[in-house]
């Protein structure tokens, strides 16, 4: 669900699905944190594109740390493009540092008026011959392409380094970045370490590159690999690829007083699948080791030989970021010194700006400036001042080079500000504070009391758990295909609901709507037989319910009656409700019904609807589908339940989402169809979210009806604590009703909701 607006002709879900199944590494991120299969609803990203040099990035109060300033500059080497010129900037920050240590740039030419200018004169014409060698990172990460079996699985690996990749930005580590297809000896010539993010079985080009990389002294860091030849190469063992469905064999890495100075003790990460190793060469040593969900031994996480590192998976995106990075800062130090002080300043820096601001002194202007607004000004000066000799410390330590003390010391200054700064908030008013759960499995699958004491701390009061979809129901129903999670923990719609009644929470069955995404394969072979699939202008069948097909209206309706009955909803959030895009739907179905309703024959179809004379009439058509399935719920629920809450998740762009998805919504709050809308609003630009939701208050009759959704953890607007802040803060003035978070996980519940406040 992170639909956040779309063009008239190009309207698409950027969150995808997928449903092959396949034995790489793709599998162990799907469900979000949980690591279920992937036809449980695996949200992958499109293919990396490699993005030009990088310039300053211009100040912006709702950056993350990832997209705030002193950003390193990397170059990038793929199939298609060159290694890239060592951007503009860079040379500015080494000017710069000239100019901090009181010291001039290294002289360019003889100290005579006439050697100069015939030295200039020379400079400027060699320049014309030859162009400036690139200044390389000593770090390559290396991008899966070949090494990967499937698109799938290069998404997969493309994301996984997308991730690694942000990793290093934030934490000052200049790098370049080289696909498979594009790796060389050429490529790593000035390369000190390569990152294998996620490369399963290289191929033998490129396992010749790494050889050669190795024997002449490079080092590289494996995640994850079932190459026999490549764990050679690194002196490792390869054992059996395991799969724990539960997510409880390999919760935590606990790392032995062997691993490198600067690693953490510790790092929290649920992962489902791992091919443990073990070192092949008397030298190597496993240094950290996976421990259950009851803190007992397991497998080899970590191993540490000769020719640099390799973990058992991949770092997942599941929260405890802080000591992912120090890890990748310990290991990268490890083999490559230079690390150390970069990181060092780039930790400065973070804390000193929150990622977002200008400079210290700015940071800490805009806190003393918003403390009177919540009468908090005596405890926010308390904690600043403890800042400031924080800081002093902190400078102290990086005068001495004492680098690895210092990026601690720095985490503990970001601490104290953010604190001081959510201290400036107050964005717990509102009366509904909501989060979407994608999973339906809470933070700790099968232990849903656990997840709503810790919702409950942090000031949540209302839950949307994603447990039916039109081809998997998250619960023992007798209309819908049962999801495989079931048989694993029971019933976990209606834990749910019980553990937040308990609680005092309320429980929003969240039901995706026309999408067959994750459906089996015997449902999709009937639903194609009987004509129920949607088709696209081209001809195409699309894995979707055909709106406008009756016994799709009577499918989709009886399984909500089959939840009403089984469980007290506290309310139906449908998510979903509308069309693909402008490109659906135009099967043989849609033509006749929408001729009859027409009471005439359409010559040119689709043409004629699609671009023609008739699009206009077959607009609002298309429209009442979508409002009928709507009206009817409304009508039953109701009538099942009278104080349940009805709700939608919309794109938050109107009216263009009218014509490309058929979706209405103002009319449906404004007509009473609905007591509530979530338009997903989810970006990470402070004007752009004010903007949206300016612009969806003026469409409502009472602002209270309007939740929008914010993408804290979406793969298009991941934002960090001040940037969640502002736009609650934006919510709060619109005389909203609420909001919701997207989407329960670790990364939300630990390293945001705590900020908040909300309680």
């Not at 790489?24 to 490699?50: A, I, Y």
């Not at 989709?556 to 309310?571: I, M, N, S, V």
């Amino acid at each position: 669900m992170l639909d956040i607006g779309c063009s008239d002709s190009q309207c698409f879900d950027l969150h995808t699905h997928n449903n092959s199944h396949t034995t790489g590494l793709k599998e162990c991120e799907s469900r979000d944190q949980f690591n279920l299969p992937p036809h449980r609803n695996l949200m992958h990203s499109p293919p990396m594109v490699v993005p030009p040099q990088p310039k300053r990035t211009p100040f912006n109060p709702t950056l993350t740390p990832a997209q705030g300033r002193g950003t390193p500059f990397r170059s990038t080497l793929t199939s298609a493009e060159g290694r890239g010129s060592v951007s503009a900037g860079l040379l500015c920050e080494r000017s710069e540092a000239y100019s901090s240590q009181g010291s001039a740039p290294p002289p360019r030419s003889a100290s005579h008026p006439l050697g100069r200018s015939l030295f200039l004169s020379l400079s400027l014409f060699l320049l014309t011959l030859c162009p400036a060698p690139a200044l390389a990172a000593p770090i390559t990460l290396i991008r899966g392409t070949t090494s990967t079996p499937n698109t799938a699985e290069r998404n997969y690996a493309a994301s996984v380094t997308r991730r690694i990749d942000g990793w290093l930005n934030e934490l000052g580590i200049a790098h370049d970045l080289v696909d498979d297809d594009a790796l060389s000896s050429r490529a790593l010539r000035h390369t000190r370490v390569g990152i294998l993010t996620y490369n399963p079985t290289p191929p033998a080009a490129e396992l010749k590159v790494l050889e050669q990389f190795v024997k002449r002294g490079g080092r590289l860091i494996v995640f994850y690999s079932a190459d026999d030849r490549l764990a050679k190469l690194m002196g490792v063992k390869l054992g059996r690829y395991q799969v724990d469905p539960t997510t409880r064999r390999w919760t935590h890495m606990r790392f032995t007083p062997a691993a490198p100075p600067g690693t953490p003790a510790g790092i929290y990460q649920r992962s489902r699948n791992i091919r443990p190793v073990t070192p092949r060469w008397r030298k190597g040593q496993v240094i950290a080791w996976w421990e259950d969900a009851a803190g007992k031994r397991r497998d080899p996480a970590w191993v540490q030989t000769p020719a640099g590192f390799w973990m058992s998976h991949v770092l997942l995106d599941d929260g405890d970021t802080w000591n992912k990075q120090q890890l990748l800062v310990a290991l990268l130090g490890h083999l490559e010194p230079s690390v150390w002080p970069a990181a060092a300043h780039a930790a400065r820096q973070r804390a000193e700006t929150l990622g977002c601001f200008r400079s210290y002194s700015e940071t800490e202007r805009i806190i003393r400036s918003r403390a009177p607004r919540t009468g908090s000004a005596a405890r926010i000066a308390s904690t600043l001042a403890s800042a400031r000799k924080t800081r002093a410390q902190l400078d102290a330590l990086l005068r001495r080079q004492a680098h690895r003390e210092a990026i601690t010391l720095a985490d503990t200054l970001y601490q104290q500000l953010m604190q001081a700064y959510a201290a400036t908030f107050r964005v717990g008013a509102q009366p509904l504070r909501g989060i979407w759960d994608h999973s339906g499995l809470g933070l700790y699958p099968g232990d849903w009391p656990r997840s709503m004491r810790e919702l409950d701390r942090h000031g949540i009061t209302d839950l949307f758990v994603n447990a039916l979809w039109p081809g998997k129901a998250l619960y023992p129903s007798a209309i819908v295909p049962v999801d495989e999670a079931v048989a694993l923990y029971g019933d976990p719609l209606g834990a749910a609901v019980a553990a937040a009644h308990a609680q005092g929470l309320a429980l929003h069955l969240w039901k995706v709507c026309w999408n067959l995404d994750g459906a089996p394969d015997a449902l999709m072979t009937r639903l194609r037989s009987a004509g129920r699939l949607q088709r696209s202008q081209s001809g195409a069948t699309l894995p979707w319910l055909c709106p406008s097909h009756p016994d799709n209206l009577r499918y989709e309706k009886d399984a909500l009656r089959e939840a009403l009955k089984r469980y007290p909803l506290d309310g139906i959030h449908l998510d979903y409700i509308r069309y693909p895009g402008s490109h659906a739907c135009y099967c043989p179905g849609c033509r006749t019904r929408f001729e009859t309703h027409a009471g005439r024959r359409i010559k040119q179809w689709p043409a004629d609807v699609y671009r023609g004379p008739d699009r206009g009439v077959f607009t609002r058509w298309r429209c009442s589908q979508i409002t009928r399935l709507l009206r009817d719920v409304s009508v039953f629920a109701r009538q099942a339940r009278p104080a349940i809450r009805l709700s939608a998740a919309v794109y938050g762009k109107y009216p263009s989402c009218v014509n490309s998805v058929a979706q209405d919504w103002p009319a449906w709050v404004n007509q009473g169809l609905i007591d509530f809308v979530v338009p997903m609003n989810y970006s990470a630009d402070q004007s752009t979210f004010e903007a949206l939701v300016k612009s969806q208050v003026a469409l409502l009759k009472d602002p209270r009806r309007l939740s929008p959704g914010i993408g804290v953890t979406a793969a298009e607007s991941r934002l960090g604590v001040p940037a969640v802040l502002l736009q609650l803060e934006t919510i709060q003035k619109s005389r909203g009703g609420g909001f919701v978070l997207f989407d329960l996980n670790p990364v939300l519940s630990r390293e945001i909701l705590p900020h908040l406040h909300l309680n």
